[in-house]
């Protein structure tokens, strides 16, 4: 494997591969053993274009020529922020076949992010759009290219100005080796629970395991129709099935500008779209649209909601208006538990599913590490065939994330049913859920101290009835303190995603700690529940 990365001991490697988890097939071979069987039917749809298996293949195969041109390889990083555009399907399955791992940026992430991604990659090339919703991603490279001596190649998908086109990469196919099935296949971004995001290996054995599950508790197959509508880049809509595990199963991937309902919804009912995934504050807001929108929406038969736990209400709600709903829990470093077709209306609502694999193993403990009672809640430890063993190149952090005997530290609190279902009650890291957003608390505080005015800061989550979870940060002052607006050019200054600055300041004149000398986020937390009551800012 990649120098970096954490193995699995050899001895579980090799009961993945006999138990039929891992098939030695790398997500190249997937698309090209894919295609072989469904050339001509369509594999993706963007505006009023398409693209055949077929072709999606050969494209491939031409833009793994061209970045081979220009001395992209196997073990090569390669930092990748682009939106739901088709290149982006088309840059990851050529990436895949050079052995070069792409690094999936979202869209929202600047300078502050990019820059610590492609230093803490040696990334080679930068992919990015020429403008996505009014940034020009071409003046954020040159930041980038500045400062990572790494990076020979900025690459731009649309007008590239002094860089290199992407649409100019073509070339005819030309032999290479493919990668080994355990190497690495991508990088996911964690959600930032410790300071800034940790980077996730996903090997092509792994991965491939991933969606294959995935697709299969969702029953796709070649007449099932996905519409990503929530970042591409994000594992969600990636691989839990999403656009992978739509094509690993014949079927068609919809792309949409945006997750809104004026632009969703329209292709729903032109494409005849039977599968989606959405986070809760977007199904709610579907829901509601679907009341009054003059659009056919009845190809839909399962809508995936995930990145936080859904309402009774939102559940029958989306299974009205809708179709039905699919409760999905799950992580970048791996474990997902999803809803079976089965499930009662009871489980759908109060659980988040069950996980994909009988391999996967799950424990619940407490805080002195001791696996907890049944049915009482406790920190999620796991481990199995797609959840990986540590962090990129980070062993300091893997030594407190991991057990030592491979367990991943979830950082959640869930319960665990009698019928193996899994109920996630809490969170035991200081982690923001802003509507599937996850905002690291520590890196915001970090950002925020830099400014001259903020003596001490405290950044917590405030309930929110749309995203379910917003941003308030609790700044002493050294002498004014500075207004919302202030710290939001501040921020955004320093390069810091939108969805990190925070929604709601507190001006105090001390913060509250507990008997041990830590902030005591506890009470703040209680403190701003108290004060907004739940009331959007």
């Not at 039917?41 to 055949?52: E, F, I, K, N």
């Not at 992919?127 to 500045?146: I, S």
């Not at 109060?350 to 193993?361: C, F, V, W």
């Not at 903020?454 to 979870?469: C, F, I, N, S, Y």
């Amino acid at each position: 494997m990649m120098p970096g990365c954490v193995e699995w001991p050899e001895e579980v490697a090799a009961r993945y591969r006999r138990e039929g988890y891992w098939r030695g097939e790398t997500l190249g071979d997937l698309l090209r053993r894919v295609a072989a069987a469904h050339g001509p039917r369509t594999a993706l749809v963007s505006g009023d274009s398409r693209w055949s298996y077929r072709e999606l293949d050969e494209r491939a195969d031409r833009l793994a020529a061209g970045l081979g041109g220009l001395g992209i390889g196997s073990g090569d990083r390669v930092l990748v922020q682009l939106p739901n555009i088709p290149d982006l399907v088309f840059l990851c399955f050529a990436l895949f076949r050079l052995g070069a791992a792409p690094v999936l940026a979202l869209p929202p992430h600047r300078h502050s992010e990019i820059g610590h991604l492609a230093a803490a990659t040696d990334a080679v090339a930068y992919v990015v759009p020429d403008t996505c919703q009014g940034f020009d991603h071409r003046e954020l490279a040159r930041r980038v290219q500045a400062s990572a001596p790494s990076l020979r190649h900025v690459i731009v998908s649309g007008d590239p100005q002094e860089f290199t086109a992407l649409a100019d990469l073509e070339r005819d196919p030309v032999p290479h080796d493919s990668p080994d099935p355990g190497d690495v296949a991508l990088f996911l971004l964690s959600g930032g629970t410790t300071g800034r995001s940790k980077l996730i290996p996903r090997t092509h054995d792994d991965y491939a395991c991933n969606i294959r599950l995935s697709a299969e508790n969702a029953g796709l197959d070649e007449t099932s129709v996905y519409l990503a509508a929530l970042p591409i880049a994000h594992n969600y809509a990636l691989g839990c099935p999403g656009v992978l595990g739509t094509l690993q199963a014949g079927g068609t991937v919809v792309l949409t500008p945006t997750p809104s309902p004026d632009d969703a919804f329209p292709l729903i009912e032109r494409e005849r779209v039977t599968v989606t995934g959405l986070v809760p504050s977007l199904a709610q807001l579907w829901a509601e649209a679907a009341e009054w929108a003059r659009r056919d929406l009845s190809s839909l038969r399962l809508v995936q909601v995930g990145g936080a736990a859904v309402s009774g209400e939102l559940a029958g709600r989306v299974g009205r208006t809708l179709g039905r709903l699919q409760q999905s829990f799950g992580m970048a470093e791996g474990l997902l538990s999803q809803s079976r077709g089965d499930d009662s209306a009871e489980l759908l609502v109060s659980t988040q599913g069950k996980p994909l694999a009988q391999a996967d193993e799950v424990r619940l403990v407490g805080d002195d590490g001791r696996d907890v009672p049944p049915g009482e809640a406790g920190e999620l430890l796991v481990r199995g065939p797609y959840t990986i063993r540590g962090y990129y190149r980070a062993p300091e952090h893997n030594a407190a994330a991991f057990t030592p005997d491979g367990f991943f530290r979830s950082g959640d609190l869930a319960r665990l049913t009698g019928t193996g279902h899994l109920a996630i009650v809490g969170r035991v890291k200081d982690v923001i859920n802003r509507g599937g957003d996850k905002v690291p608390a520590d890196e915001v505080e970090d950002h925020l101290l830099a400014h001259p005015e903020v003596d001490a800061v405290a950044v917590v989550a405030m309930p929110d009835p749309l995203l379910g979870e917003r941003t308030c940060a609790y700044i002493v002052p050294r002498r004014k303190a500075p207004s919302l607006k202030t710290i939001e050019a501040f921020l955004r200054k320093r390069g810091v995603a939108a969805y990190k600055v925070p929604d709601w300041i507190e001006d105090v004149a001390a913060l509250p700690y507990t008997p041990v000398g830590k902030i005591d986020k506890a009470r703040l937390r209680a403190d701003i529940a108290h004060r907004r009551g739940g009331r959007r800012p």
